[in-house]
Nanobody
Framework: HVQLVESGGGSVQAGGSLRLSCRAN????????VGWLRQASGKEREGVAA???????SYIDSVKGRFTVSRDNGNNTVNLMMNSLNPEDTAMYYC????????????????????RGRGTQVTVS
């Protein structure tokens, strides 16, 4: 059974930065497509970023140039560095993983990934 646990959320002023981390309970990241999605109050979930097994990253347009996703397979961790945050980034952020997605590892697919953490809140004021 795969468990994902997020950390690093919090409250920050506009223009600030936060770093989210997600750790798996076992070694899954070597071949997995992993990523982050978010859901703001009253809005649908949206994929934010994804990174494939080769380290190739994908982002939605609204976070390009501000967010950076990375992975540390040795520590079963995927991170999301968020800079220049604005109030529109306020949401619950979840990490997610798809162990068998070899192709099409894009941000838009992340909401459909079968494994997801419980989330961490990010609030930008």
């Amino acid at each position: 059974h795969v468990q994902l646990v997020e950390s690093g959320g919090g409250s920050v002023q506009a223009g600030g930065s936060l770093r989210l981390s997600c750790r798996a309970n076992r070694t899954i990241y070597h071949d997995a497509c992993v990523g982050w999605l978010r859901q703001a109050s009253g809005k649908e979930r949206e994929g934010v970023a994804a990174i494939d097994k080769d380290g190739i990253a994908s982002y939605i347009d609204s976070v390009k140039g501000r967010f950076t996703v990375s992975r540390d397979n040795g520590n079963n961790t995927v991170n999301l560095m968020m800079n220049s945050l604005n109030p529109e980034d306020t949401a619950m952020y979840y990490c997610a993983a798809d162990l068998f997605r070899v192709t099409a590892c894009g941000a838009g697919y992340v909401p459909d990934f079968p494994y997801r953490g419980r989330g961490t809140q990010v609030t930008v004021s």
